[in-house]
Nanobody, 126 residues
Framework: EVQLQASGGGSVQAGGSLRLSCEAS????????IGWFRQVPGKERQIVSC????????DYVDSVKGRFTISSDNAKHTVYLQMNSLKPEDTAVYYC???????????????????WGEGTQVTVSS
């Protein structure tokens, strides 16, 4: 059974940092793409960042470039999202998602992913 476990959310002041973790189990980690998405009430879930485990390809939404970094630890089957210089507009529930053999153009689309972890709340106060 494929499982994704997201953790690391919390409350910080603007300018602070958090590191989210997405621990994966039940599939061959190296074959998968992992995406981090976020959602605020009343809005659609949007891509934050994604990584292709097979070739290391990464992508970020423009609003987080230079502040967020996605990385993976093969031994721990975990993908991290390091979030620095957090802003109030980063406040959202963050989700990690995974799926196998995604093409690059689909990695930013929520509907492309079959497997999702529970969300973790990130709150940034001004």
């Amino acid at each position: 059974e494929v499982q994704l476990q997201a953790s690391g959310g919390g409350s910080v002041q603007a300018g602070g940092s958090l590191r989210l973790s997405c621990e994966a189990s039940g599939f061959t980690f190296d074959d998968y793409a992992i995406g981090w998405f976020r959602q605020v009430p009343g809005k659609e879930r949007q891509i934050v960042s994604c990584i292709s485990r097979s070739d290391g390809y990464t992508d970020y939404v423009d609003s987080v470039k230079g502040r967020f970094t996605i990385s993976s630890d093969n031994a721990k089957h975990t993908v991290y999202l390091q979030m620095n210089s957090l802003k109030p507009e980063d406040t959202a529930v963050y989700y990690c998602a995974g799926d196998q053999n995604l093409i690059v153009s689909s990695m930013t689309t929520p509907s492309a992913y079959d497997y999702w972890g529970e969300g973790t709340q990130v709150t940034v106060s001004s």
